[in-house]
């Protein structure tokens, strides 16, 4: 068997944990049962929904000491390659319906509706907009399609071609801006006040909340899907959550919450070592903007500021955070894509190891494992946020294009 990877890594404590704390009003009003279970409701009647599987790396977890290792594969979701259009048609759906109702003085306005083409020419009268290093902009084009509305995305300098013609092949305007994910949110923000748009972000500065909350509460179905999926007669013990805003993370810790009360799994958040904002922020005891190029080829995790509705849910409930670097991620994802281990090869994006690289770091380092109390009776949980959302990069790192690795 092939040598367990000793990658390089930073670990820290969170001092503002709560781990026996109870799921409070503070996280309640960030994500409440009754939003939770509309979200749920709309997006599981949309076409093609169906769960994404969770997979057995048991080779993995052998290799490594842990009892069972399962990895949520949302490659497959709604044929967009990552968990994205879970927040993101969701988000846009629930301002349509705001939106249509206001102009048309209806009441009780469904997405059903609006997906039937009831109101289409309402729809195209509105103009969504957001910022994105790829994915999220990918998933807000696509369901301003899928509901008719105008969308124009918002990039950064060094997003890459490969994944603005993703959105564009959408059909959304995409506007490249200079600096970091960071100033591209902002300009969407100013863009759209002038523009009398509609921003629909996924991170949240604590004055625009509606569209962030809406974006967790998809997010939080891939979750549950996974808590409705486990196989273990008991709570994992660990949940490794790569970080980027904090949103993905806040939903799922939040499902995990509700679900397991004291008895949820050790939250460990993961970030790249160049854009670790929630590793800072924790450290600190307050959110941390984070400066700079946040160059990682983990683009979807190049963030540098924490969002401020994630951070009620982030601060108490996350044990432990970890960097990691680019190598680990590469090494991560060849891993992967060869069945290393003896598991099927299996096609994972740049931005989906990350939680990966922070396991194997800590299980090959007994200071980290004794932290994290990893053991050879650990049920261990990773998110595969995405897939190969950017062909030509994967290829570039794996040295194979994913349809050559899904084809054995």
Known sequence: MAKVPRYPFELAKNSLARPGADYGPDQAAVLDEAGLEEARSVITAWPNYAPTPLLELSTVAQAIGIARLHYKNEAPRFGLGSFKPLGGAYAVARLLVREIGRRTGETGVQVAEILSGKYRDVAAEVTITAATDGNHGRSVAWAAQMLGCGCVIFIHETVTEGREKAITRYGAEVRRTPGNFDDAVRKAHDTAEAEGWFLTPDTSNGVIVEAPRNFMR?????????????????????????????????????????????????????????????????????????????????????????????????????????????????????????????DTPLIAGESAVAGLAGLLAAAGNDEARATLGLSENSRVVLFGTEGATDPETYARIIGRRPEDVKNG
């Open 218 to 342: 998809g997010y939080a179905l891939m979750a549950a899907e996974v808590i409705e999926q486990s196989p273990y007669s008991e709570p994992p013990t660990h949940i490794f959550l790569q970080a980027g805003t904090g949103s993905m993370a806040a939903a799922t810790c939040a499902q995990f919450w509700r679900a397991f009360g004291n008895a949820r799994p050790i939250t460990v958040l993961v970030e790249p070592e160049t854009a670790a904002c929630w590793f800072e922020s924790l450290k600190t005891g307050e959110p941390v903007a984070i400066t700079g190029e946040l160059d990682t080829i983990m683009a979807g995790l190049a963030c540098g500021e924490v969002s401020r509705l994630a951070w009620k849910i982030l601060a108490p409930d996350v044990r432990v955070m970890m960097t990691v670097n680019d190598e680990a991620a590469a090494d991560c994802m060849r891993l992967l894509a060869e069945g290393r281990y003896g």
